[in-house]
């Protein structure tokens, strides 16, 4: 079950998407996104995701491997679908029982599961294509210029490479643990939902302290190497920009513009 | 027969960019009350091979039995394999968590759905056997002892379900040389004691040697070696090319031998070392 969570990881290929800076990585999901919203009529689909389809080709990871992120997902993507389909208002053309499928329900419900999955895919491809050192210091990089209103840029990226740094070792940490205790007969997978939360408090509770522990033992690490936050901090390798990154932006830039023009005019 | 391993495969992650083969056709034959110990470097597939005898992995191909019980057959009850088959992680405190040792002891025995009274009967039977005073300690936290009592009360909650085979993954590792004494003179009490077959993976030749009837040695996955302690390390080379190595003492008995002393090779405890030296000492 755990390992089915592909959101937040990284595959590691060496492809045009992968060398890109994250920076413009970053900033051409946001891109993406704001045109999924801005996309109104199904037509107007085809151009995010002919952008997703040429990137997710560009990038080496193999689309089942991607689908398979959305599994985790599939209760979101049924519930907006069902709640769509049954509770909009029209013309009836199908009767299940009290509920009415409504023919502007079957468009909005498609429409909404269609941006809900373009939406997952593509933002999942953004971690799968950029190791989580990349990310944040492009973060860091995007959020230069809000330290002088007082953002602590540096201290936010260091918290979430943190973050990403231990969410493969918690997943771990949690598989062991729940191994010991299925050792000693625990029953994880079935009861009703009031024994099933019950049967987690022998995984949370040693889960809670190992974490504790490790969130002490690693500031104390940090402490003995002299880690002092952001001031004067020099990098090991510094962000620039290629002829491939200019590429990109444009490319991102023409896409949204298309949006916008069928959108608008 | 204890436990029967027949080509056993298992393969992680299996069509990912990240798929490994953490065992690579593995047969085995435990009998029944033996005590075995299992050596390999560190990613050399013994825990795997480990959590695939109660259950928790499951082989990609193969078979195993436990007492002529197939447990990797489908639907079978895993509550079942876990009650024959004891297991100990690495760091085993660390799945503490009740308020209180007794309580926390009694977990394994109550998921098994025993009466009160029988649970009772076990916990305090389990905790007097791993070497604690059951009325000292069985109302105190688990947290607030010291690293060797919650090792100690981890590995009773494992005892106190009263598996015919116990498997120890390092249970020593990490403590004082005074509680990992205790720790194996008590496993060895369980053996001897009450029969129990015992799989002890440890990274101790000393310890191996001292304890065990019979070795295996794995590497890569595969099991490359199995026999009596005396078979395994008279290999000394093969072992030292797996990144392994016999007991000190006997490299100690090897640089004698080397050294034109008339003495056996073949001893791998301090004890049968002592005997030995004193016979070439009075017999000059």
Known sequence: MLKDITIGQYYPVDSIIHRLDPRIKILSTFVYILSLFIVKDFTAYLYPVIFLAGVVMLSKVPPSYMLRGLKPLFLIIILTFSINIFLTKGEVIYQLGPLDVTKEGLHQAIFMGL????????TSLLTLATSPIQLTDGIEKILDPFKKIGVPAHELAMMMTIALRFIPTLLEETDKIMKAQMARGADFESGNILNRAKSLVPLLVPLFISAFRRAEELAM??????????ENRTRMKELSFHTRD?????????????ILIDRFI | MSILIENLTHIYNQNTPFETTALNNVNVEIG??????????????????????NGLLKPSSGKISINGFDITKK??????????????FQYPEHQLFEETVYKDVAFGPTNLGLTEEEIDKRVKESI????????????????????????????????????????????????????????????KILHDKYKITIILVSHSMEDIARLVDKIFVMDHGNLVLTGVPKEVFSKSEYLESLGLGVPQITNLMKKLKKSGKDIKEDIFTVEDATQEILKLIRGK
């Open chain 1, 221 to 230: 690490a940090m402490e003995a190497r002299c880690y002092r936050g952001g």
């Open chain 1, 246 to 258: 200019f590429i990109a932006s444009v490319v991102t830039m023409l896409m949204i513009g298309a």
């Open chain 1, 115 to 122: 941006r809900l999955i373009l939406l997952i895919v593509g």
């Open chain 2, 75 to 88: 639907g079978v009850a895993l509550k079942e394999i876990r009650q024959r088959v004891g297991l100990v």
């Open chain 2, 32 to 53: 029944k009350g033996e005590f075995i110990g299992l050596i390999g470097h560190t990613g050399s597939g013994k825990s795997t091979l480990i959590q695939h005898l």
């Open chain 2, 128 to 187: 007097e056997l791993v070497g604690l005073s059951f009325k000292d300690v069985k109302d105190r936290s688990p947290f607030e002892l010291s690293g060797g009592q919650k090792r100690r009360v981890a590995i009773a909650g494992v005892v106190a379900m009263k598996p015919e085979v116990l498997i120890l993954d390092e249970p020593t590792a990490g403590l004082d040389p005074k509680s990992r004494d205790e720790v194996l003179s008590q496993i």
